[in-house]
Nanobody, 133 residues
């Protein structure tokens, strides 16, 4: 089993930055580097939506259109941790942010594979990000 724990959320003002972290533990030793990692978010009353993903083999990254250029996903395989650097935060970025892991080691030529929550088999509990105006 794999456990994912997010941290770094909080209350900030519009225009500020935050860095979220997601640490993986459990049956992850030597396997984390083969996990595609993703970030999703869910605002009140809305469905969970894709934010960013990093594919495990070549580090290819994917972003939701509204965060592209403002958010950056990165990973440190030695620490079994994935990060989400969020700059120029907007009120509409307010949501609970979830880290997710795809342990299948599949590589897809279709970006939609990484956008789908169904791709990921492990999820964290989420961390709240609130952006005030």
């Amino acid at each position: 089993q794999v456990q994912l724990v997010e941290s770094g959320g909080g209350l900030v003002q519009a225009g500020d930055s935050l860095r979220l972290s997601c640490a993986a533990s459990g049956r992850t030793f030597s396997r984390f580097s083969r996990y595609t990692m993703g970030w999703f978010r869910q605002a009140p009353g809305k469905e969970r939506e894709f934010v960013a993903a990093m594919e495990w083999s070549d580090g290819a990254t994917y972003y939701e259109a509204s965060v592209k250029g403002r958010f950056t996903i990165s990973r440190d395989n030695a620490k079994s941790t994935v990060y989400l650097q969020m700059n120029s935060l907007k009120v509409e970025d307010t949501a609970v942010y979830y880290c997710a892991a795809d342990s299948s080691a599949l590589i897809s030529a279709s970006a939609s594979y990484y956008f789908s929550p169904r791709t990921y088999d492990y999820w964290g509990q989420g961390t709240q990000v609130t952006v005030s105006s």
